[in-house]
């Protein structure tokens, strides 16, 4: 990890990841799945997003994507290098490709995705020595709280299914 980033504790990791947690509400309120992020910097958030992919009706439209995207602008850079991002769920592929490509440092996520899960748990894209670079990832931070949003979103969808 890079010396000139601050060593953040465990509070400031669940501070900011309360902070995803909204931005996981939201995503809800609009009947997307229950996923948030930001990006500190500088003990800032200069960049949020959550899931839009139906609202949008773009595949991409996570809320890991739509984060970079908003940081990158805030930085007017594609590197983020001087960052932590926070996620409520494991990133997928997908995401953990883009976290890797924006150089970020260190990613700190609250639930493990057990079906797409790719830092760690089903792949580990951003801990593969073939890449360029690899991101430091703290697990498990306010875990509850973000696998309970997901439940209880599912289990709400099931209930209209039904």
Not at 16 to 22: P, V
Request: aromatic residues 6%; negative net charge; charged residues 25%.
């Amino acid at each position: 990890m890079n010396d000139s980033i601050p060593l953040l504790g465990p509070d400031d990791h669940e501070y900011w990841m309360k902070q995803a947690l909204r931005e996981a509400g939201r995503a809800a309120e609009e009947g997307e799945v229950p996923v948030g992020a930001v990006i500190v910097h500088n003990s800032m958030v200069i960049g949020r997003g959550y899931n839009r992919t139906e609202g949008l009706g773009d595949a991409t439209a996570h809320a890991e994507i739509l984060a970079i995207g908003a940081a990158s602008e805030t930085l007017g850079d594609w590197r983020l290098e001087d960052c932590t991002f926070y996620v409520t769920l494991e990133p997928c592929a997908m995401c953990a490709g883009a976290i890797v490509q924006a150089r970020v440092p260190l990613l700190v996520y609250g639930a493990p995705d057990p079906k797409a899960g790719a830092c760690g748990t089903l792949y580990n894209i951003v801990d593969d020595p073939r890449l360029n670079h690899r991101v430091e990832v703290i697990s498990g931070v306010l875990h509850e709280e973000s696998a309970g949003l997901l439940k209880e979103f599912f289990s709400r969808l099931r209930e209209i299914e039904d």
